[in-house]
Nanobody, 116 residues
C-alpha cells in the first residue's frame, strides 16, 4: 500500500532548526515530484517547497527562501525539509505530497511549533 510518513516535528525556540523527513513506500518514488505544504491553525494550506522527481530543480515560498532547504534521496525513498532560523509564524502542521500528473499522495502530517 502507498504510504508517506512524516517525522521530525516538535517544539523549537525562535531561531532554532528542525529537519523534517518523509518516508515513501508502495509506489515508484523516483517518478514523483515532491512538495512540502503547511497549515497553521485557522489558516489555509500553503505550499512551502517543491522538488522535481530527479532533484534537478527546487522552488520555495517567499516566506521561507534562504531559511528552508528541500532535498531528496531516491535511493532511500525519502524527501527532507531542513528548516533554519525558525520563526513563530512557521508554526503549523507540515505535510509531504507526492505527485505524478493527476495522481497525488499525502502524508498524515507532523506538528512544528516555534515558541519561546
Amino acid at each position: 500500500q502507498v504510504q508517506l510518513v512524516e517525522s521530525g516535528g516538535g517544539l523549537v525556540q525562535p531561531g532554532g532548526s528542525l529537519r523534517l523527513s518523509c518516508a515513501a513506500s508502495g509506489f515508484t518514488f523516483s517518478n514523483y515530484n515532491m512538495r512540502w505544504f503547511r497549515q497553521g491553525r485557522g489558516k489555509e494550506r500553503e505550499l512551502v517547497a517543491y522538488i522535481t522527481s530527479t532533484g534537478s530543480d527546487t522552488n520555495y515560498a517567499d516566506s521561507v527562501k534562504g531559511r528552508f532547504t528541500i532535498a531528496r534521496d531516491n535511493a532511500k525513498n525519502t524527501v527532507t525539509l531542513q528548516m533554519n532560523s525558525l520563526k513563530p509564524e512557521d508554526t503549523a502542521v507540515y505535510y509531504c505530497k507526492a505527485s505524478l500528473w493527476g495522481r497525488d499522495y499525502w502524508g498524515q502530517g507532523t506538528q512544528v511549533t516555534v515558541s519561546s
